[in-house]
């Protein structure tokens, strides 16, 4: 399935039905009155997610949505009937932003969140609402109003636990393969992702997380550059990033501490709380060296950066050191999940409310 991430649709709501005018003529009731009844309202159009859905695909052919007008009031007091509604389904974690306004509508990250994005037009009154005992045989009613219109713009962002970040050929694909049931592409060429995937992780019958890997960032992916500018939103939502560091690359003169260096300027500069992340230091392709060199290389590596955050050495295609690396991840991911129900349950009494309730 193609993955798409970004489309622009037009949504129309239903215009409300007019208002009747009508008397009531009947044999023997010569002065019946007026009897028109109102308008139906128009349709609303609603977006509403979906478990099975995790592209927005679908959307990208079908640009022009519009929901069912509102009947006309009939005579005999009938009202007319509703505009059905309309419903569009988009996968978890879709944002929605007003094309015109660039005011954001809506943040749909739960699981059957329904969000009115075009309001139906309120329905005319008919002319029996307004008869009154100094106005017999009124004469007046209302057209209902127009529906909403609306230039959507929806933009997908993946609900994942922990982001991959790391230079093309770092070993990203390879490290979610071996820890998940993702299956991405991996080859011993540069790009070999073209768009995100998502695995989860199973640490027992109770205990899991989701992963995402997207592709490669290389330098100047903020401005536009590769791949990456367009995919880095979807690191935006995850509690923690790991950083993949090709520790043996193939090119002599590739070093290690400047692709970091890079890869962290271009967090800086997209901006979004990336760089402020939770970050771990994965050096990958350990396998390739000999503890000796494994123990310098490291070492420098960790100098040049002056890192002081947690740090794993791994071979992804090999395994070796994943299981450490996963079992570390779902420690610390438990321990985010339950500082952020605290965080709930405090502001929920400083508030005098429950997120129970």
């Given at each position: 399935?193609?993955?798409?991430?970004?489309?622009?649709?037009r949504?129309?709501a239903?215009?409300g039905?007019?208002?009747?005018?009508?008397?009531?003529?009947?044999?023997?009731?010569?002065?019946g009155g007026?009897?028109?009844?109102?308008?139906?309202?128009?349709?609303?159009?609603?977006?509403?997610?979906?478990?099975?859905l995790?592209?927005?695909?679908?959307l990208?052919?079908?640009?022009?949505?519009?929901a069912?007008?509102?009947?006309?009031?009939?005579?005999?007091?009938?009202?007319?009937?509703?505009?059905e509604?309309?419903?569009?389904?988009?996968?978890?974690?879709?944002?929605v932003w007003?094309?015109?306004?660039?005011?954001?509508?809506?943040?749909?990250?739960?699981?059957?969140e329904?969000?009115?994005?075009?309001?139906?037009?309120?329905?005319?009154?008919g002319?029996?609402?307004?008869?009154?005992?100094?106005?017999?045989t009124?004469?007046?009613?209302?057209?209902?109003?127009?529906?909403?219109?609306?230039e959507?713009?929806?933009?997908?962002?993946?609900?994942?636990?922990?982001?991959?970040?790391?230079?093309?050929?770092?070993?990203?694909?390879?490290?979610?393969?071996?820890?998940?049931?993702?299956?991405?592409?991996?080859?011993?060429y540069?790009?070999?992702?073209?768009?995100?995937?998502?695995?989860?992780?199973?640490?027992?019958?109770d205990?899991?997380?989701?992963?995402?890997?997207?592709?490669?960032?290389?330098?100047g992916?903020?401005?536009?550059?590769?791949?990456?500018?367009?995919?880095?939103?979807?690191?935006?939502?995850?509690?923690?990033?790991l950083?993949?560091?090709?520790?043996?690359?193939?090119?002599?003169?590739?070093?290690p501490?400047?692709?970091?260096?890079?890869?962290?300027?271009?967090?800086?500069?997209?901006?979004?709380?990336?760089?402020?992340?939770?970050?771990?230091?994965?050096?990958?392709?350990?396998?390739?060296l000999?503890?000796?060199?494994?123990?310098?290389?490291?070492?420098?590596?960790?100098?040049?950066?002056?890192?002081?955050?947690?740090?794993?050495?791994?071979?992804?295609?090999?395994?070796?050191?994943?299981?450490?690396?996963?079992?570390?991840l779902?420690?610390?991911?438990?321990?985010?999940?339950?500082a952020?129900?605290?965080?709930?349950?405090?502001?929920?009494?400083?508030?005098?409310?429950?997120?129970?309730?």
């Open positions: 399935m193609q993955f798409v991430d970004e489309v622009r649709i949504v129309q239903g215009d039905g007019d208002g009747c005018v009508s008397f009531r003529r009947e044999k023997f009731i010569p002065k007026p009897n028109g009844g109102d308008g139906g309202d128009g349709g609303s159009v609603y977006l509403v997610t979906d478990n099975n995790n592209t927005l695909v679908d990208r052919f079908q640009r022009t949505f519009r069912e007008r509102g009947q006309n009031g009939m005579g005999r007091d009938r009202k007319g009937r509703k505009g509604e309309l419903v569009i389904r988009v996968p978890v974690g879709t944002r007003d094309e015109e306004t660039g005011e954001q509508l809506g943040d749909l990250c739960q699981l059957g329904r969000l009115t994005v075009a309001q139906g037009g309120f329905h005319g009154i002319n029996a609402r307004f008869k009154s005992s100094v106005n017999r009124p004469r007046q009613w209302t057209p209902g109003t127009p529906g909403e219109t609306r959507l713009r929806l933009e997908l962002i993946l609900l994942a636990d922990v982001g991959l970040l790391g230079f093309p050929n770092a070993g990203k694909s390879s490290l979610i393969r071996q820890v998940s049931s993702a299956t991405p592409r991996v080859a011993d540069p790009f070999t992702t073209l768009q995100p995937h998502l695995g989860v992780v199973r640490l027992g019958r205990h899991s997380f989701v992963i995402a890997d997207i592709p490669g960032i290389i330098e992916a903020a401005e536009g550059a590769g791949l990456g500018l367009r995919f880095l939103r979807h690191l935006a939502r995850t509690r923690l990033l950083h993949l560091v090709d520790l043996a690359p193939l090119d002599e003169g590739q070093d501490s400047t692709e970091v260096r890079k890869i962290e300027r271009e967090l800086r500069h997209y901006g979004a709380g990336l760089m402020e992340k939770e970050r771990w230091l994965v050096l990958n392709k350990c396998d390739l000999t503890p000796a060199e494994l123990a310098e290389r490291r070492a420098r590596l960790l100098d040049q950066l002056g890192w002081k955050g947690p740090v794993y050495a791994i071979s992804a295609l090999a395994g070796t050191g994943t299981a450490e690396l996963m079992a570390d779902m420690q610390r991911l438990e321990a985010l999940r339950l952020e129900r605290d965080e709930e349950e405090v502001a929920a009494d400083e508030e005098g409310w429950h997120p129970l309730d």
